[in-house]
Each structure stands twice: as C-alpha cells, then as structure tokens.
Nanobody, 120 residues
Framework: VQLVESGGGLVQPGGSLRLSCVASGIIFSTYPMGWYRQAPGKQRELVATIATGGLTSYDNSVKGRFTISRDNVKSTLNLRMNHLRSEDTAVYYC???????????????WGQGTQVTVSS
C-alpha cells in the first residue's frame, strides 16, 4: 500500500493550490478518504473527508475555501484550496477511513506528505 501526495508549494495569501494523492495497493473506491495537515509544532489534524459515495465534510477552518474530490478510476484524491491563509501552512497528507472524533487511527501507512507554505 502506498500513498503519494503532490501539488504543494509556496503561494501568497489569497492564492490557490490543488493537491493530489495517488493510492496504490488498495481498492480505492471502497475507502472513505481524508486530507490531514500538520503545522510546525502542532498535532496532525483532519481537514476534509469524502465518503465512498461522494459525501463530503470539512473542518470549520477550511469550510467554503477547500473542496475535496475523488477520482476512483485513477485512484486519486484531490484537494482544491482557495483563499489560502498563512494559518494553512502545513504538510498535507491523505489517508483512508478518517475519523473526526480521533478515536480511531487512519487505516493506511502515512505517505511523505506535501508541503504547503502560504506567505508573502
């Protein structure tokens, strides 16, 4: 099983980025998926989820700015990020079976993540 995130970079406040996560070794269409992020000195947090049927959910901090989507044919998870803020700076990761309560660990080994830096 492998998760490979990409698409991060340096962007000015108010800018946009599109992240992707390609999954291999799993039947991607059967996995609910989520995007997480970890800022320096902070714990990793869940920011967006998408169910197998396409139902989405977002943390309040990104609601209305981020859009999660999935392409089951390409086994790819996407995150469109608009109106980026400095507080969005973090390493972003994807994983399966996300749990908003935090009681259950994600299903898969973590990938390397992709760095997003929002700065002028």
């Amino acid at each position: 099983v492998q998760l490979v995130e990409s698409g991060g970079g340096l962007v000015q406040p108010g800018g946009s980025l599109r992240l992707s996560c390609v999954a291999s070794g799993i039947i991607f269409s059967t996995y609910p998926m989520g995007w997480y992020r970890q800022a320096p000195g902070k714990q990793r947090e869940l920011v967006a989820t998408i169910a197998t049927g396409g139902l989405t959910s977002y943390d309040n901090s990104v609601k209305g700015r981020f859009t999660i989507s999935r392409d089951n044919v390409k086994s790819t998870l996407n995150l469109r990020m608009n109106h980026l803020r400095s507080e969005d700076t973090a390493v972003y990761y994807c994983n399966g079976y996300p749990d908003w309560s935090g009681a259950r660990q994600p299903a898969l080994d973590w990938g390397q993540g992709t760095q997003v830096t929002v700065s002028s």
